[in-house]
């Protein structure tokens, strides 16, 4: 076994080691899936999601939901 160089990237997460700890991220995860599905031109939302405001969105009711890529970029996110 041979030390190589403090991590910098492992299984997808970007590792950086700051001066008070670590700094991780999956930012390059994120853009690769925003990109996959096509997703460039989506507006952000705030998390949680408002339970309040509903899933409702009256510009969109007449467009079908491909389940599969919606299960495809559902299991992306949380995988």
């Known amino acids: ?16 080691k700051k001066e008070d700890g670590f700094c991780i991220s999956q930012q390059a995860y994120i853009d690769t899936i925003i990109r996959r599905f096509g997703l460039l031109d989506a507006k952000p939302a705030k998390t949680p999601l408002d339970l309040q405001g509903g899933l409702k969105n009256p510009h969109c009711e007449d467009k079908s939901v491909d389940r599969k890529e919606y299960l495809s970029i559902v299991g992306s996110v949380t995988a």
């Open 1 to 16: 076994m041979s030390d190589l160089e403090p991590a910098r990237r492992f299984l997808g997460i970007e590792i950086e």
